[in-house]
């Protein structure tokens, strides 16, 4: 009996965990207009807190407010966080995820990082993207501000 119960708990947990997860989206257009001149060279450093308490930094992409829309095709502005995934469905379906704030776009080449911590760079052609989506993955992820003695602070405190 309790085995059933927990069963239960578990699997209504993880069915709010997915609706809780609003998925907007971006037109390739949109999208290519908020990345016209983001290349490698105005990458900007960011401190990212992880859900353990680690620190790291690594470069980042300078958008601050994302546009898109949601499923009623309803504009909005998006705040950039370190845990927003962005997902390119190519023609065949097959779906790339990236963490948002570390992708870039140079000439028709989307390169991104597909973890915080492990630097695993992937490259997908911008002419095989059919639909973009993004959405905030729950990862616990934060911004902070390094101060000048090496500690840190939320920048939302700020």
Do not use: W
Request: a positive charge.
């Amino acid at each position: 009996m309790i085995k059933k119960l927990l069963r239960i708990c578990l699997l209504f947990s993880i069915g709010m965990a997915f609706a809780s997860c609003k998925t907007y989206y971006i037109s390739l257009n949109s999208f290519k207009e908020q990345f016209a001149g983001i290349d490698s060279t105005k990458l900007r450093i960011v401190y990212t807190q992880g859900p353990l308490g680690d620190i790291v930094d690594y470069p980042a992409n300078p958008i601050d407010l994302i546009q898109c829309t949601d499923k009623q095709n309803n504009k909005l502005e998006l705040e950039n966080s370190p845990s927003l995934e962005i997902t390119f469905i190519n023609k065949k379906n097959r779906k790339t995820v990236y963490y948002f704030d570390r992708i870039f776009v140079h000439d028709t080449l989307i390169t991104g990082y597909l973890a915080k911590s492990i630097m695993h760079k992937k490259s997908i052609s911008l002419n095989s993207v059919q639909r973009i989506e993004i959405r905030d993955g729950k990862k616990n992820f934060t911004y902070v501000a390094k101060k000048r003695s090496g500690e840190y602070e939320d920048i939302k405190d700020e």
